[in-house]
């Protein structure tokens, strides 16, 4: 099991920039594939972005694509999200996940531990 706890969510306005971070506790981090989802009020949850377990590998939906950029640092347990060129239809909470299958996070949009969640709003 991995503990997540997500910061750097905040108020920003429409073509600004926020790196999300998601620090991770616990021996098995390096080995699941990390990934960050978000939830729109009165929506579900949905996939963003994921990144393998040496981070050789990402995938992203395709309003992350291009804007997004999703990255890890194994030596310090922490998965990171910058995000650019925002819009308000990025205004959400954004979870970090973590996950055994790439499958399951991708297609399935499900995660074995999830974060608390850091609320983004973008605004004028």
């Known amino acids: 099991q991995v503990q997540l706890v997500e910061s750097g969510g905040r108020l920003v306005e429409p073509g600004g920039s926020l790196r999300l971070s998601c620090a991770a506790s616990?021996?098995?981090?390096?080995?699941?594939?990390m990934g960050w989802f978000r939830q729109a009020p009165g929506t579900a949850r949905r996939f963003v972005a994921l990144i393998s377990c040496n981070g050789d590998h990402t995938l992203y939906t395709d309003s992350a694509k291009g804007r997004f950029a999703i990255s890890r640092d194994n030596s310090k347990n922490t998965v990171y999200l910058q995000m650019n060129n925002l819009v308000p239809g990025d205004t959400a909470v954004y979870y970090c996940?973590?996950?055994?299958?790439?499958?399951?996070?991708?297609?399935?949009?499900?995660?074995?531990?999830w974060g608390q969640g850091t609320q983004v709003t973008v605004s004028s």
């Open positions: 616990g021996r098995s981090f390096s080995t699941k594939f």
């Open positions: 996940a973590a996950a055994s299958s790439a499958y399951d996070m991708y297609r399935r949009e499900s995660a074995e531990d």
